[in-house]
């Protein structure tokens, strides 16, 4: 990001990193005692100021550490463009592959990785495929043990959100191409007003029939993770369709 220095960058990885896993604000405290930055304590509270005023971190309390927001998690999804982690790569594709030499039929594939995909990611996973009428969503315990869904109104915000996901989910096929993962945090839904979460999505195609991969949760997911997961599987199922 241009209007951010290295030493801020830095940072903001740091705090939106150690926010997705402990899902609780993140103070100067606690980036000083976990990480060595070779600055003052007073530096890097003052940075983290700067990254409030620059809006890719708010406050929720006086007196409480910072949290990111959503021009922050776009920050750190972009950070994620050439990615890593080979050896979680290389643990789905041997999955996937037992998975379908054990399952018969199409319709039951399509479900089983659906349900494999919701609990690799700790997420909700929809699946559709408009020709054949089918959509699958898998996940909902997964995702509900999520600390944010201790709020009552959170559950609600999100089904909503759900619900208004399937009902605009014709207009994402044919958007971009397979391999190509579109992110969508809070915010920039255009079709919900519910903007504590984030969707992951990408077209996909089983036996040459065209459908719509998702993974759906608060924004506090794991990214990189999650990427990689819909990633591999869409690559694993296009080479498939290539036999």
């Known amino acids: 990001m241009e209007d951010l220095t290295k030493r801020q960058s830095k940072i903001l990885e740091i705090v939106i990193r150690e926010y997705i ?21 007073a530096t890097i509270r003052n940075e983290m100021f700067e990254l409030i005023e620059k809006k890719y971190l708010f406050q929720p309390h006086t007196s409480s550490g910072r949290v990111p927001t959503d021009k922050g998690y776009r920050f750190f999804v972009n950070l994620l463009s050439e990615s890593q982690t080979k050896e979680l790569e290389k643990r789905i594709v041997k999955e996937i592959v037992q998975m379908k ?20 990611s700790s997420s909700l996973t929809v699946s559709y495929f408009p020709k054949e ?16 869904f201790i709020d009552i109104a959170k559950i609600h915000e999100f089904t909503t959100m759900v619900s208004d996901f399937e009902e605009n989910i014709d207009s994402f096929l044919g958007q971009k191409k397979e ?12 079709f919900s007003k519910q903007h504590g979460f984030s969707i992951l999505l990408s077209p996909c195609s089983i036996s040459r029939k065209k459908g719509l ?18 990633e591999s599987i869409i690559k694993l199922l296009k080479n498939n369709n290539e036999r």
Request: charged share 30%; no cysteine; hydrophobic share 35%.
């Open 21 to 41: 896993y402990h899902a609780s604000p993140i103070s100067s405290k606690f980036i000083e005692e976990k990480y060595d930055l070779g600055v003052s304590p």
């Open 101 to 120: 030499k054990e399952i018969d039929g199409r319709v039951h594939f399509i479900r089983e990785f659906t349900r494999f995909l919701a609990q690799t």
């Open 133 to 148: 009428n089918l959509l699958y969503k898998e996940g909902w315990k997964e995702v509900l043990q999520d600390p944010e």
């Open 179 to 190: 391999d190509n993962v579109q992110i969508i945090i809070g915010s920039e839904s255009p």
């Open 213 to 230: 991969l998702a993974i759906i949760g608060p924004k506090r997911m794991p990214y990189d993770k999650n990427i990689l997961l819909v």
